[in-house]
């Protein structure tokens, strides 16, 4: 990991950086930061941020504790947001929620409430393109085959909540979830068989597990509709999440991957809790340098 020191002097660098023309190419790539590594910033504060160094969308997060969580976010606060987002020119393709497809009965009650929340908030937002959702599986890879049934009927109860409301859930394969990898994650999507549940792809946690990149890509990219993009070091059982550019991914080569595949749409910056729970975490400065590594890779990829 660098330094603190190395790493504010890296963001203070990066007005020196070309940037990328904010407002995506129709049919591109673009660049985007997720809200869930601003949670300490004012939400107008982040967007006016995430605008000024160049990302063309954002996720939101919807997380308890944040300013976006359903509870909280006021039907003013909504309006306003929505208003900033416009003026700002930022896309938000996506809200994160926090479920789990191995809860007990009263937290899966919870899970589908959440679903229409977020829903709701979507709409609110956007009405003609409401944002999709995306979170994690749960569990542990160990108990994959003591639970996948249940999870099966878990996620069937999710899709038919999201196709009443008519949004899509994106579920992302995490190194330390039951859902662990690409074969799972399809596993579960083809015994659901429903188009409100798709994939939000991150390497990541591919990347952990030695899992070849153009493999998961072309596996899973037919039916993502969402991407996350941090950096990892360690193995399984033992990791820790990095920024983009401070790991191993060659993201030349993973921007020329995607496009190879035919995916167009937001690669959105995910700040793992592992990174912004630490004493000196500073979130401007995090997004800044993201930015620096994702944007120049982008640009030779061409």
């Known amino acids: 990991m660098p330094t603190r020191r190395h790493f504010l002097h890296t963001a203070l660098g990066f007005a020196a950086l070309p940037q990328l023309t904010r407002a995506a190419a129709p049919g591109g790539i673009s660049l985007g930061f997720s809200l869930y590594g601003m949670k300490t910033l004012p939400l107008s504060e982040a967007l006016k941020t995430c605008a000024e ?8 997060a919807l997380n308890a504790g944040y300013p976006t969580e359903p509870k909280v976010f006021t039907t003013e606060a909504r309006k ?4 900033q987002l416009s003026t700002l020119k930022l896309d938000l393709p996506c809200l994160m929620v926090n479920l789990s497809l191995t809860a007990d009965d009263k937290a899966h009650a919870s899970s589908l409430q959440t679903i229409r929340d977020a829903a709701q908030v979507a709409r609110d937002l ?18 994959w085959e003591q639970q996948k049934a249940g999870m099966v009927e878990r996620l069937k109860s999710w899709a038919e909540t999201a196709e009443k409301e008519k949004t899509t859930i ?17 596993w579960l999507l083809e015994q659901v068989n429903s188009p409100a549940i798709q994939v939000a792809y991150d390497y990541s946690h591919f990347e952990l597990q030695g899992i070849d990149m153009e493999h998961s890509m072309k596996l899973l990219l037919p039916r993502t509709k ?28 993973y921007f020329t991957t995607l496009k190879q595949h035919g995916y167009q749409g937001p690669v959105v910056v995910e700040v793992s809790g592992q990174i912004f729970n630490k004493p000196g975490y500073e979130p401007v400065a995090a997004a800044k340098k993201s930015y620096a590594a994702l944007a120049g890779a982008l640009a030779k990829a061409g």
């Open 53 to 60: 160094i160049g990302y063309a969308n954002v996720e939101f």
């Open 80 to 83: 306003e947001a929505a208003r």
């Open 126 to 143: 956007n009405a003609e393109r409401p944002a999709i959702l995306e979170t994690v599986c749960g569990g542990k890879p160990a108990t």
């Open 170 to 186: 994106t579920i992302k394969a995490h190194v330390g979830s039951a859902v662990n990898s690409p074969e799972r994650l399809l």
């Open 226 to 253: 969402f991407i996350h993009v941090k950096d990892s070091t360690g193995e399984p059982g033992k990791f820790q999440f990095l920024l983009p550019g401070e790991g191993r991914t060659d993201y030349v080569k």
